[in-house]
């Protein structure tokens, strides 16, 4: 079973930088952040699907869920092949340029710096809360339909949150959105620490999805701003992944310890410190990333057209 599970995880490691190299090399950094809403959009109405399909198929038992997830693996498989090769721009989905620039130049960016660590508190904390709020769901008498249920509520809100971050993180700049994003975390681990009922956990979820729906968006288009020009967008990709996984494997392994001597409540309670810590630093320490065409351009598709994502995928820098 660990074997599996270790090697699922290796697998998933990949898929985040390739596809946000996917879509910057599809339409440019012009229309990454639409694009990147508009993807995260769909990536959670997917799990919606899975999740209300694991609803009703979980009365069979729960080998009936990996099967289905088999199913899914193939059909995301075959997916892949219908990506058109001409489409693609190698060059802009890098970063702009094909004269990359060394990592540990990159990691001379205080921006960069500041990004990676505050990233990582926020995934510490999230994905550290999470996992022990379903456990916490199933102690105050739930089953495995209140989990699915929390799945389904997560990402049910997240499709709507991760559709509008995409236009504002134009309209309104990076900074701005994603602070909304990182406060909002903090509050609802406020609401975790007081909630009790598996009900109550499961409709705390919906507030719960707005700091993560945000930051899937803006965690790709930061990204691209801070490596334009570089060739280094994959790489910074992976490396924030890679400080939020260890951040989130740190940060479970710890609650765990917590729960168990001290209880939920003061085990959330530290996670919201951490929170809180990731959002102080990325609001007083990170600047707007947004360049001031890039701004310009977004305010006026915002005004023509709406928060709607772009009729192609063609575009440019």
Same mark, same amino acid.
């Not at 960016?109 to 022990?132: E, N, Q």
């Not at 990204?223 to 924030?240: E, M, S």
């Given at each position: ?113 500041? $990004?990676? /660590?505050?990233?990582?508190?926020? #995934?510490?904390? *999230? !994905?550290? %809360?999470?996992?022990?709020? +379903? ?117 479970? $392994?710890? /609650?765990?310890?917590?729960?168990? #001597?001290?209880? *939920? !409540?003061? %085990?959330?309670?530290?996670? +919201? ?45």
């Amino acid at each position: 079973m660990y074997a599996t599970l270790f090697g699922s995880g290796l697998a998933q490691s990949f898929f985040g930088p390739i596809l946000a190299g996917l879509a910057l090399g599809l339409v440019g950094h012009e229309h990454l952040d639409r694009t990147s809403g508009s993807n995260q959009a769909f990536n959670s109405s997917g799990n919606v699907a899975a999740a209300v399909i694991a609803l009703l198929v979980i009365g069979n038992g729960i080998a009936w869920i990996f099967y289905l997830v088999g199913v899914y693996a193939m059909l995301a498989a075959a997916s892949a092949l219908l990506v058109r090769k001409q489409e693609l721009d190698p060059d802009r989905a890098a970063g702009g340029t094909d004269k990359g620039v060394p990592f540990r130049a990159l990691l001379k960016d205080k921006r960069v710096l500041v $990004f990676m /660590t505050s990233t990582m508190l926020f #995934h510490t904390a *999230y !994905a550290s %809360a999470f996992t022990f709020m +379903t456990l916490r769901g199933r102690q105050a008498g739930g089953s495995d339909t209140t989990v699915a249920e929390m799945v389904l509520v997560t990402q049910g809100f997240m499709v709507p949150v991760a559709a509008v971050t995409g236009p504002l993180l134009g309209a309104l700049g990076r900074k701005p959105v994603l602070g909304f994003g990182f406060v909002s975390l903090v509050v609802y681990l406020l609401i975790c620490v007081f909630v009790q009922s598996p009900g109550a956990i499961v409709a705390a979820q919906a507030f719960g999805s707005v700091g993560p729906g945000i930051l899937a968006v803006a965690l790709v288009v930061v990204c691209a701003d801070l490596t334009r020009g570089t060739g280094r967008f994959h790489a910074l990709i992976g490396a924030t992944r890679t400080a939020m996984v260890a951040g989130g494997v740190g940060g479970t $392994f710890a /609650t765990g310890f917590l729960v168990e #001597h001290l209880g *939920y !409540a003061f %085990a959330i309670g530290a996670l +919201t410190c951490i929170a809180a810590a990731g959002s102080l630093i990325l609001l007083s320490e990170m600047p707007e990333t947004q360049s001031v065409a890039d701004a310009a351009r977004a305010s006026l598709r915002l005004a023509e057209d709406g928060p709607r994502r772009p009729n192609s995928l063609a575009g440019g820098d």
